[in-house]
């Protein structure tokens, strides 16, 4: 996909100018790898830049994934009150 691809799926929630930037931080992290979309001979613009996760970048999101499930299944403590 590409920056505003995102921005569009997310019907709103994500914005323009930071989806660019934490695309560049997770580029630099090394959860997305990305390239230049090769331009028709005549197209008029620059060309689009895509993103695509890399393995390791998956393996972080399903860590995340696992982590928030433990945590919604685990009961809330309650602080002890002495």
Not at 1 to 30: H, I, N, W
Not at 37 to 59: F, K, M, W
């Amino acid at each position: 996909m590409f920056g505003l691809q995102l921005v569009e799926e997310s019907k709103g929630a994500l914005k323009r100018g930071t989806v660019y930037v934490t695309l560049g931080r997770m580029q630099d992290k090394g959860y997305v790898e990305s390239w230049t979309e090769a331009q028709a001979s005549g197209a008029i613009g620059l060309p689009r830049r895509l993103y695509r996760p890399t393995a390791y970048g998956l393996r972080v999101l399903e860590a995340w994934a696992a982590a928030a499930r433990t945590m919604k299944r685990r009961p809330r403590l309650q602080p002890r009150l002495t």
